[in-house]
């Protein structure tokens, strides 16, 4: 669910409750179909991403899957969990008639965008605030 998404991604980025995003998705976007997808973890919510399906550019043969919020628990990481989740959301994309995908990426991220098969097409900086430890 959308509280969820915005939970696991304040964890990952280092928020404390009530100091990140969550609040933002408290519910979800009113005219914008939103799937979520999760990954447990000894029974909890260690992975989320979201996808969002666009019209294809004319000519491409269908639509695109765009890929958000991909985050993992600090204590999840490394466990390949945000592959197979992508994975798994792929495959149900493809099976939609989405054509191709596309995302944005943190550093961290590239490793895995890259080991399937994501190839950049331009660069941009991502600054974070982050509380000091």
Same mark, same amino acid.
Not at 98 to 122: R, V
């Given at each position: 669910?959308?509280?969820?998404?915005?939970?696991?991604?304040?964890?990952?980025?280092?928020?404390?409750?009530?100091?990140?995003?969550?609040?933002?998705?408290?519910?979800?976007?009113?005219?914008?179909?939103?799937?979520?997808?999760?990954?447990?973890?000894?029974?909890?919510?260690?992975?989320?991403?979201?996808?969002?399906?666009?019209?294809?550019?004319?000519?491409?043969?269908?639509?695109?899957?765009?890929?958000?919020?991909? &985050?993992?628990?600090?204590? %999840? +990481? *490394? @466990? !390949?969990? $945000? #592959?197979?989740? /992508?994975? &798994?959301?792929?495959?149900? %994309? +493809? *099976? @939609? !008639?989405? $054509? #191709?995908?596309? /995302?944005?990426?943190?550093?961290?991220?590239?490793?895995?965008?890259?080991?399937?098969?994501?190839?950049?097409?331009?660069?941009?900086?991502?600054?974070?605030?982050?509380?000091?430890?």
């Amino acid at each position: 669910d959308m509280p969820t998404l915005g939970e696991v991604n304040d964890s990952a980025y280092g928020f404390a409750a009530g100091e990140g995003m969550a609040a933002l998705f408290a519910a979800h976007p009113k005219g914008i179909h939103v799937r979520i997808y999760r990954a447990r973890l000894d029974g909890e919510t260690a992975c989320v991403l979201a996808t969002i399906d666009h019209d294809g550019l004319d000519g491409a043969g269908g639509g695109d899957c765009g890929i958000y919020f991909v &985050a993992t628990r600090e204590d %999840a +990481r *490394g @466990r !390949g969990l $945000a #592959t197979r989740l /992508l994975s &798994a959301a792929l495959v149900e %994309a +493809r *099976g @939609r !008639g989405c $054509a #191709t995908s596309s /995302l944005q990426s943190s550093a961290m991220g590239e490793p895995i965008y890259d080991a399937l098969g994501y190839e950049p097409w331009f660069r941009l900086h991502m600054y974070e605030r982050r509380r000091s430890a």
